[in-house]
């Protein structure tokens, strides 16, 4: 609601300070066309989770040259948190407000999250009030990650792609997910559901959805396992993954099956630092720009 709330203060501030359309920029003269790109992500405080960001940004950058590109967080706990440490960066709404002013007239709005989930609704929302605002000749928002079966086929690819090679058939992977409440939840079991048709040694929960661990496990027993590799399905390995998947607190997933008797290997690698998924966001990004184009 918080967040919500800020988007709306922003687009009102903007509205009173005599904001008008595009085409009505300059005493009825059109405005010189300038596409741009604005990446959105939730973000994350931790050093070690640049290189994931940095990887995004230079295959976006190598993809579509000489289209400006912006970042902006969602999180406003991380925007809080890297402020303090010098570093500023801008939610969706001051982001796209900027890019209003710096005479952009279209913008790709990219999510960079795993599922349309409640962080890309609101994402959705905030780029629908400037549509309606009339900020852009055009502004459109980017599938995230897991949208399409096309997009399944590819992240199922891209799974099989990055286990160990080192690891035996059977043994397990365990992926987690971060999870939500909204219904785009689902895509994390069909994904599961997808991987395991040509690995069915493949697990895939959520630490804040369905699957849970604790189904995990019961999967993992049911088949004797008694080795998993546990690697995070997200874009980064931050807070959730160095803890909640990695950590050494009783309810850690590498805790609770250790105790269960199953050896865990760890990895600790953001999705987003393999290049087979950043290229699934990268080509998400040519949907709002083919229609500029129309």
């Known amino acids: 609601m918080k967040r919500t709330a800020l988007g709306l203060a922003v687009l009102l501030a903007l509205v009173a300070m005599g904001t008008t359309p595009v085409h009505a920029a300059g005493h009825g003269h059109q405005k010189v066309r300038k596409v741009g790109i604005l990446l959105v992500a939730f973000g994350s405080s931790e050093q070690s989770t640049q290189v994931s960001f940095d990887n995004i940004d230079r295959k976006v950058r190598a993809a579509y040259p000489g289209i400006p590109v912006r970042w902006a967080y969602t999180s406003t706990i991380i925007r809080k948190k890297l402020a303090r440490q010098g570093k500023m960066l801008d939610s969706p709404e001051v982001a796209l407000a900027r890019m209003q002013d710096e005479d952009f007239t279209h913008v790709a709005v990219q999510s960079l999250h795993t599922i349309g989930g409640a962080e890309f609704h609101d994402l ?45 058939k059977s043994e397990a992977v365990v992926f987690m997910g971060h999870g939500s409440h909204h219904p785009a939840n689902a895509f994390y079991a069909a994904l599961m559901f997808q991987v395991q048709r040509r690995d069915p040694n493949i697990f895939i929960g959520c630490v804040e959805g369905y699957p849970p661990i604790d189904e995990v496990l019961a999967m993992l027993q049911e088949k004797k396992i008694q080795k998993v590799y546990l690697m995070p399905f997200m874009s980064v390995a931050g807070d959730h993954a160095k803890n909640d998947m990695a950590g050494d607190e009783p309810d850690s997933w590498k805790t609770i099956l250790t105790e269960a008797g199953i050896e865990c290997e760890l990895i600790l690698k953001g999705i987003a630092e393999f290049d087979s998924f950043v290229e699934i966001w990268v080509d998400h990004i040519q949907g709002p720009l083919a229609h500029f184009d129309q």
């Open 124 to 168: 959705r929302r905030t780029v629908g009030a400037f549509t309606a605002m009339g900020a852009f000749e055009r502004i459109m928002l980017g599938y995230p990650l897991l949208a399409t079966q096309k997009d399944m086929e590819r992240s199922v690819d891209a799974i099989l792609g990055i286990i160990p090679a080192h690891r035996k």
